[in-house]
């Protein structure tokens, strides 16, 4: 089993000068390393009588030769024999004894390959370039090659498994990667090589049976951290349960007020710690705003300005993960939406006056604070905090198509715009009411259950449907103020198992996680 584990640093001057120049000399490193692999990249595609691949300028007499044998010009081109880079010596050592061919998989040796990889290429210029440039001797050898390494995988997973596009970094956010069995930890003290020994808060114990693997420091605004991924073989990762084991399934609704109703009748607030911080953000920028550029009193009120959304940032994310454990170990399944959430934050289109010709309201001022609240709720994170507790528990995480999940009744399925009041939901055909956002989360489990196709997997649901006989109280009286989910406590409420009747005969459909 892996984990990783992250602590503050406590560097001295003399080391946070020296992580700083590293982070210059990483940095550069690492945006030329990707600068040449786009830039190669894209050669690919060049078409035309280019002498150079690079400048893309046109052959120029000049720089023709006349081949003697077949007394034909020749345009003395550029470009590298290695399709994915150009920096560095594209070939591999000629030595037969060197030459490895490793049987793969099936037993089967492959050829020996002439060409270098792109990473190799890349780091054999690197020995080349510090060669030329001794001042990049200071930083740790293996620290620049990792980042070499992090490139070529960021890179390469843009390709395989549809990651985003790398990007150029800016140097204040490099951080670097330590190779497994290189970093000593004793008590509070941590050993890097080169940067030698520096004192860390250790707010958490480190158990001795835990392997101390790769160790990465990074910068935040405030101090410097380091993240220590620790391996301990002989504890066995938690499997997931398979699908006939799991017993119950619950539905997770997001929203803005309420961050996340569960299909059980438990709301979790939404604090939304951005709205909160609004006028003190403002305040901070202004005075940014106000003060001459490049002044060092700029980048003091920066660095505050700085510091009041980290402190936001935490204290979502701290309220996430106590939310996200709270969800997790709830049901053996848990069903989100599959939102399109940056869909729900495109711009309003632009509405012009046919008469004059000019751009009239079209909405987006409201529109821009409802994105702004989208963005603080923070979703996908939730979604993928719920999904990482989960696993912990070997509890499953799926979603679910949002369509009319709120305007669905899950008594009679009858979906009408009108059976929405705001926050109450009133069926306008069966009378069955409910919490708005609860139903919601009532109608996602539903549809999670039928898109796994499980009939026995009971709904985690506050209420009993009416399986009582029809000649008890009608359905469509509402129910007395206690019993209203939005307006009980988290401690009064309980955990009501239902056993959903299987009605119809559901399709199979494949699980996502
Ligand atoms: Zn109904």
């Known amino acids: 089993m892996q984990t990783a584990y992250k602590f503050k640093l406590q560097p001295n001057k003399k ?17 030329r390393s990707l600068g040449d692999r786009i830039a190669t ?29 077949t007394q034909v010009l020749v345009s003395p081109l550029h470009c590298s024999v290695s399709k994915s880079a150009s ?7 000629d030595n037969p004894k060197l030459r490895r061919a490793k049987p793969d998989k099936d037993g089967r040796i492959k050829p020996f390959n002439p060409k270098r990889s792109a990473v190799e290429l890349h780091s054999s210029w690197l020995t080349e370039f510090k060669k030329t440039h001794p001042e990049y001797s200071t930083v740790n050898a293996d620290v620049l090659q990792q980042s070499l390494r992090h490139i070529d995988s960021a890179f390469n997973k843009f390709f395989t498994s549809g990651a985003g596009f790398p990007n150029f970094k800016q140097h204040s956010r490099v951080g670097f990667e330590f190779k497994p069995g290189t970093v000593r930890i004793n008590k509070n003290y941590i050993t890097f090589p080169t940067l030698g020994t520096m004192r860390f808060f250790d707010s958490r114990e480190i158990p001795p049976s835990w392997e101390i693997r790769t160790v990465t420091i990074s910068r935040d605004i405030d101090c410097w951290y380091v993240a220590v991924l620790l391996r301990d073989e002989t504890v066995p990762d938690v499997p997931l349960k398979p699908l006939s084991e799991c017993k119950t399934i619950q539905g997770a609704d997001v929203g803005i007020k309420k ?6 009748g438990l709301i979790i607030e939404n604090p939304q710690f951005l709205k909160l911080a609004a006028r003190r953000i403002e305040i901070r920028q202004r005075r940014v705003s106000r003060k001459t550029k490049g002044s060092n009193n700029r980048k003091k009120a920066a660095k505050r300005l700085a510091r009041t959304h980290q402190k936001v940032r935490r204290k979502r994310e701290d309220h996430q993960w106590k939310a996200a454990k709270k969800m997790a170990g709830n049901a053996d399944i848990t069903a989100f939406e599959n939102l399109n959430i940056k ?7 632009p509405r012009v006056d046919p008469v004059s010709g000019r751009y009239i309201k079209n909405g987006q001022a409201a529109k821009s604070a409802l994105n702004k609240a989208i963005s603080d709720a923070a979703w996908y994170s939730l979604r993928q905090k719920t999904l990482h507790q989960a696993a912990k528990l070997g509890n499953r995480v799926i979603e679910v198509d949002p369509k009319y999940t709120s305007q669905e009744c899950p008594e009679c399925h009858q979906i009408s715009s009108e059976n929405r009041d705001k926050e109450k939901f009133v069926c306008v055909a069966c009378g069955h009411s409910d919490d708005a956002d609860v139903n919601g989360a009532v109608n996602q489990a539903h549809r999670g259950k039928k898109k796994l196709g499980i009939d026995s997997l009971l709904v985690v649901s506050q209420k009993v449907t009416p399986t009582k006989p029809a000649s008890q109280e009608a359905s469509s009286v509402p129910r007395d103020e206690s019993r209203n989910p939005a307006k009980s406590t988290v401690k009064r409420r309980q955990l009501l198992l239902l056993k959903v009747k299987s009605t119809q005969s559901e399709p199979k459909s494949r699980t996502l996680f």
Not at 41 to 63: E, H, I, M, W
Not at 87 to 93: D, Q
């Open 259 to 264: 961050l996340v109703a569960l299909s059980d």
């Open 15 to 31: 080391q946070v000068e020296l992580l700083e120049d590293w982070q210059q000399k990483v940095g550069y490193i690492q945006n």
């Open 343 to 349: 869909g729900m934050k495109s711009r309003c289109k």
């Open 87 to 93: 920096l560095g010596y594209p070939w591999k050592t």
């Open 41 to 69: 990249y894209s050669n690919t595609f060049v078409q035309g009588d280019y002498c150079d691949l690079y400048s893309r300028r046109f052959v120029c007499s000049a720089y023709l030769y006349c081949d003697l044998e």
